[in-house]
């Protein structure tokens, strides 16, 4: 499995500079928490126990990116399932190019607080894993497979905050 | 009145089967003929198959200015044209997407960045978007590699240029390059279908 640690340290600023002189730059900078985000990436090998777990639990995997406009606007449906329903994990698999993750993705991450588990999949030979993940997958985003158990099904569309909540309720019935 | 229930179910079901169909399953696979079609360039002119009269077949790709997987292809789209073109398979890349959708793919911005990439090759526009879903793509950068037959042109491949979309160099499969070399060779194609990740099509809701 390949892992890379993004660490991002945001440095406290020092205000104790009580001279004459102000830094106004300084001043308006918000002080962020020091804080620390760790972000995993995989390869497919990495990824597959995700798209496998036998457990009572109903996953939902959802392939995105932050450049895929339609898979950042339906991230809020994902992102609202764990407090709708019991038993439900969502993992949020980011496709984003790897020299984009500190620059697009961790910002992204961080700004609008996601809850869900972020993945990042960085594996090239995509003409391994997409039929691997679901034969009938063409390879666009945004994507998604919904899976309990031995029951599964895979939809590469895009969902309305209604047809989301159809299919899950499919799972849990 | 019977009629009408059940025509308006039947109307009904239709409208489930267009929404629930899977795209992949659409359009065509390896051997189909491919329809021709009649799409304007970014210079205003028409552009038809049937124009290229000493061509032996055809690489269509559909792509785009806003997908970064189309974006990281944009070299190797040229190349593809600069090698194949005088053998007799030019590329023909047609942008699928709705542009009130995508404003970033509109024709004005079609022709800047065709400008700016030194492409050799058309670049028109699937207005009203007609000939995409005949062909099923789905994605961009999504290929098509036609070869000329009595018939009309064969898809002889569907699907990526290559293996690595991060680093031309670190390439080890030229899927498309393959292809038309078996064909200049009249050989087999051995790799005739294969998948990569794209920019969904933009259509509107």
């Given at each position: 499995m390949k892992r890379i640690l993004v660490v991002l340290l945001l440095v406290c600023v020092s205000?104790?500079?009580?001279?004459?002189?102000?830094?106004t730059e300084a001043q308006e900078?918000?002080?962020?928490?020091l804080h620390l985000q760790e972000l995993q990436v995989v390869d497919y090998d990495g990824l597959e126990p995700y798209l496998n777990q036998d457990d009572n639990t109903l996953h939902v995997v959802n392939f995105w990116a932050t450049w895929c406009a339609p898979c950042v606007k339906e991230l809020p449906y994902f992102e609202a399932l764990a407090s709708s329903y019991d038993n439900i994990e969502v993992l949020l698999v980011s496709l984003d190019f790897p020299n984009k993750y500190e620059t697009k993705l961790i910002p992204f991450i961080e700004k609008y607080e996601l809850k869900s588990k972020v993945i990042a999949l960085d594996d090239t030979d995509q003409n391994r894993w997409i039929p691997a993940i679901?034969?009938?997958?063409?390879?666009?985003?945004p994507a998604t497979l919904i899976y309990k158990g031995q029951k599964r099904k895979f939809y590469e569309r895009s969902f309305t905050q209604n047809e989301l909540k159809t299919e899950i309720e499919q799972f849990l019935n | 009145m019977k009629t009408i229930k059940l025509l308006s179910a039947l109307g009904l079901m239709l409208i489930f089967m267009a929404f629930s169909s899977?795209?992949?399953?659409?359009g065509y696979k390896v051997g189909d003929i491919a329809t021709d079609f009649s799409l304007e360039n970014i210079d205003g002119k028409m552009v038809s198959l049937s124009d290229y009269k000493d061509a032996k077949g055809f690489i269509v790709i559909f792509t785009c200015n806003t997908c970064p997987y189309a974006v990281a292809y944009e070299d190797r789209i040229v190349e593809l044209d600069k090698k194949y073109a005088e053998k007799g398979y030019p590329v023909i890349a047609i942008m699928p997407n709705d542009t009130d959708v995508q404003p970033g793919d509109s024709l004005e911005a079609m022709r800047a960045r065709a400008k700016a990439k030194g492409f050799t090759f058309p670049y028109v526009i699937d207005k009203g978007q007609k000939i995409y879903p005949q062909y099923g793509a789905?994605?961009?950068p999504h290929v098509y590699l036609l070869q000329k037959t009595t018939k009309g042109n064969e898809v002889k491949y569907i699907g990526a240029?290559?293996?690595n979309y991060k680093d031309a160099k670190a390439v080890t499969e030229r899927y498309v390059e393959n292809a038309v070399d078996a064909l200049l060779n009249n050989e087999s194609i051995k790799v005739t279908e294969t998948r990569a990740i794209g920019c969904t099509i933009k259509v509107k809701s």
């Open positions: 205000c104790k500079d009580t001279s004459g002189s102000k830094n900078m918000q002080v962020p928490e679901n034969e009938s997958w063409s390879g666009a985003i | 899977q795209p992949a399953n659409n789905t994605k961009t240029i290559d293996n």
